[in-house]
């Protein structure tokens, strides 16, 4: 079993529609949770950046992390084409950590 | 500022040929680690350097070596390359940390596309 686990997708959806990625883990020792957006042909940048359980708000993007049942989501509002890429949730037991566990990435496609 | 830089962006070798992959991190930050990415895959640790040592290590073989240079720059080194090795290799830095642990943002670069025939 892998630590981490995303449903790779691919997923398409209209513009403007409310975008769901998941991942869940097994690792009880993760505290920090991250999602990445990865770009065809870049390196994944960050997007979310959370400490153990809760929300956080960015603008049209929203990161929930419930420790209770190792899950993390990330909900993107009124989608947008440019939010087309591929999305990665990562983890790790120390702030900072340079070794970070991530999951397989979700391809998404915002359809205009 | 310039990101995380790597080279080359491309290359192709063959089963069996040694491979060698450079990164200069973000301006500011001492710490480098790198990550294998496979087609379709996330990416997954290899090592850390930093102070010139590696630091830690994810579960690669022996194969695979880094060095970390004075002015923080690090390479990745690879042998007896085989078809499996065919990857995107991502270098990654963030900024110095209270105790090596909690280090700031986890900046990547835009990686080096290493193809095996």
């Known amino acids: 079993q892998k630590e981490v686990e995303q449903d790779p997708g691919p997923l398409s959806v209209p513009e403007g529609a409310i975008v769901s990625l998941n991942c869940t883990y097994s690792n009880s020792a993760f505290q920090y949770f991250m999602w990445y957006r990865q770009y065809s042909r870049k390196g994944p940048e960050l997007l979310m950046y959370t400490y153990s359980s809760g929300n956080k708000e960015d603008g049209r993007f929203t990161a929930q992390v419930d420790k209770s049942s190792k899950y993390i989501s990330l909900f993107i509002r009124d989608s947008q084409p440019s939010d087309s890429a591929t999305y990665l949730c990562?983890?790790?037991?120390?702030?900072?950590?340079?070794?970070?566990?991530f999951g397989q990435g979700t391809r998404l496609t915002i359809n205009p | 500022d310039a990101g995380v830089t790597q080279s080359p962006t491309h290359l192709i070798k063959t089963r069996g040929q040694q491979v060698t992959l450079r990164c200069s991190p973000k301006?500011?930050?001492?710490?480098v680690s790198w990550y294998q990415q496979a087609l379709g895959q996330g990416p997954q640790f290899i090592f850390q350097y930093y102070e010139e040592e590696e630091r830690q290590r994810g579960n690669f073989p022996d194969r695979f070596s880094g060095h970390q240079f004075p002015n923080y720059s690090s390479e990745l080194n690879v042998n007896a390359l085989l078809l499996g090795d065919s990857a995107l290799y991502l270098c990654a830095s963030n900024s110095p940390g209270y105790n090596r642990v909690a280090g700031g943002e986890l900046f990547f670069g835009e990686g080096s596309r290493l193809t095996v025939l």
């Open positions: 990562a983890m790790s037991a120390f702030q900072g950590a340079q070794k970070l566990v």
């Open positions: 301006s500011g930050h001492d710490t």
